[in-house]
Every structure is written in C-alpha cells, then in structure tokens.
C-alpha cells in the first residue's frame, strides 16, 4: 500500500507559475512510477506526465509539453509538477498516481494508487 497526498494548487492568472507536490509514504517510493493526471468539470481524467522511479524517460501530454516538469526526490517520497506559462485550459483537479513496476502507462487505469487531488484555477 501507498499514500499519496498532493499539495500546491491554488488560483493563478494566466501566465503564472505553481509548483505542485505529491508526497508517497507506505511501501518504497521506488519501486513505483508516478504520474500526474488532470481531470476538467465534465471531462475526462487524462494523462499529464509520467516518471519512473530512476528519474529517467518524462514522456508528456501535448498540451503541456515545454510548460510542464515533472521531477522527483527519492530522499524526501516526493514528486513535483512544476507548471510554467499557465493557460486556462489548464484549470484542473490535478491527481498524483503510483504504479507498481516500471512501466510508464498514460492510462488511468494502469495505476493503482491515487491521491484526492489538487485544484488548480487558471484566471484569464
């Protein structure tokens, strides 16, 4: 079992920056690798970026490729998004995911383990 609690959203206008954190604690934090995820009012949860637990092979959602970073710290179970040049379009319940293994799923499904999620308001 895993924990997974997100923190760091809030309201931002356009253009601004949030850094987001989802810190894992229950089983070692690298056998997993994590995701972020985000879910709009009346959409669909979709895939945001992925890492797997060396730190290695970031694969990206479109729409957020060259905004986004995912990064993490093995010592502190912790994962970041750091989200640059914020869009409306990015207004979201952001989710942390953890999956077992070390494949990088862009599914929701694939992942076993989700946090209760983060708002995040982008104003225009």
């Known amino acids: 079992q895993v924990q997974l609690v997100e923190s760091g959203g809030g309201l931002v206008q356009a253009g601004g920056s949030l850094r987001l954190s989802c810190a894992a604690s229950?089983?070692?934090?690298?056998?997993?690798?994590m995701a972020w995820f985000r879910q709009a009012p009346g959409k669909e949860r979709e895939f945001v970026a992925v890492?797997?637990?060396?730190?290695?092979?970031?694969p990206y959602a479109d729409s957020v490729k060259g905004r986004f970073t995912i990064s993490k710290d093995n010592a502190r179970n912790t994962v970041y998004l750091q989200m640059n040049s914020l869009k409306p379009e990015d207004t979201a319940v952001y989710y942390c995911?953890?999956?077992?293994?070390?494949?990088?799923?862009?599914?929701?499904?694939?992942?076993?383990?989700w946090g209760q999620g983060t708002q995040v308001t982008v104003s225009s």
């Open positions: 229950g089983r070692t934090f690298s056998d997993y690798v």
């Open positions: 995911a953890a999956s077992v293994g070390r494949l990088l799923f862009i599914t929701p499904s694939r992942y076993d383990y």
């Open positions: 890492i797997r637990s060396s730190g290695d092979n970031t």
